[in-house]
């Protein structure tokens, strides 16, 4: 009997371990950004999408607040998150060690795909008297969550206009409740990694008339000689209250996931429902998931290898 049982309980034993370490836990948690911005609600119509084609039983997958990139990589690092939305940027700097990565590179995560390109809106409004970036030196800017690819953003581009830390008072939040504050005469200027048009942005200009800084010049330069970024030019079109095109900077969002906790069955399995049914997604931003788009911000990223079937299958790679 004592045998027996010491069998059961190895049988047991490795049944739970097979179904928690290795890969196709279907409980997910993917981490998103604050509430306010663009991650948070784009994410849970991406987890619908999820949920409702991936035909893997008790499958689900759950989009959770996060103060965005980098905290979304180092919790896939710690297990804590199985996907995450990020920045490409940051999400380079985690497989390289480096920036806010130092410390240790992120080894187990990889590329699932493009969401949509970041565009850098510095935002203010006429009230200030701000015209230029160099001109917040003293003022009360919102620089993004801890963690953000936001902050890390709004840092070297304060810092391309010779402004380092403590030159300003720095808001750690989102942009969702630095627009508030914006709209109620509380806070000077926001960055905002946001997408094109932003909804918070067109709110705070219903209420303000809201000037967006340019990025330009040698500051410009700066930028992206010691980053990824790319200049790019907001047209004028996309806001109402516009009369120039404005020039500014550019990164793309993408969609990451664990490759320890996420099978290359599972992970082929999500980008397939996620990329071929993305046109149920009623978010703006929702347009950018497309095929044609899927490898925007793959470069220099490692990929997962369910990621990589699913892009082979379809002869977008060799």
């Known amino acids: ?32 950004g604050s509430t306010g911005g663009t991650y948070y609600p784009l994410g849970q119509e991406m987890a619908t999408v999820m949920n409702d084609n991936v035909d893997v039983e008790g499958f689900n997958v759950s989009a959770v607040a996060s103060g965005a990139s980098v905290e979304n990589l180092a919790k896939i690092g710690r297990g804590e998150f199985q996907l995450g939305m990020t920045v490409h940027l940051p999400a380079l700097d985690a497989a390289n060690g480096e920036a806010d990565f130092a410390d240790g590179a992120i080894d187990n995560f990889g590329f699932m795909g493009h969401i949509y390109p970041e565009v850098m809106q510095v935002v203010t409004t006429e009230g200030t008297g701000i015209t230029s970036i160099a001109d917040l030196a003293g003022k009360k800017v919102a620089i993004g969550p801890p963690g953000s690819g936001t902050q890390s953003a709004a840092k070297l581009i304060l810092e391309a206009y010779g ?156």
């Open 163 to 318: 402004i380092q830390d403590g030159d300003y008072e720095a808001l750690e939040e989102g942009f969702g409740d630095a627009a508030g504050r914006l709209q109620d005469g509380q806070l000077d200027a926001s960055f905002g990694l946001l997408g094109l048009p932003a909804g918070n942005i067109i709110d705070i200009s219903t209420q303000r008339d809201v000037v967006i800084l340019p990025i330009e010049g040698e500051a410009l330069d700066y930028i992206e000689a010691n980053s990824g970024y790319a200049g790019y030019e907001i047209p004028t079109d996309a806001y109402d209250f516009l009369d120039a095109p404005v020039m500014t900077v550019t990164a793309y969002a993408v969609l990451v996931g664990s490759t320890d906790e996420i099978s290359e069955d599972l992970g082929y399995d999500i980008v397939k429902a996620l990329y071929e049914n993305a046109a149920s997604i009623s978010h703006q931003q929702g347009t950018h998931l497309t095929i044609e788009n899927v490898l925007n911000g793959s470069d220099g990223l490692p990929m997962h290898p369910g990621a990589e079937k699913y892009f082979r299958e379809i002869g977008i790679l060799n």
């Open 1 to 32: 009997m004592k045998k027996l049982k010491f069998l059961f309980v190895s049988i047991l034993a490795t049944a739970t371990l097979a179904a928690c370490g290795g890969g196709d836990a279907p409980e997910l948690q993917m981490g998103t």
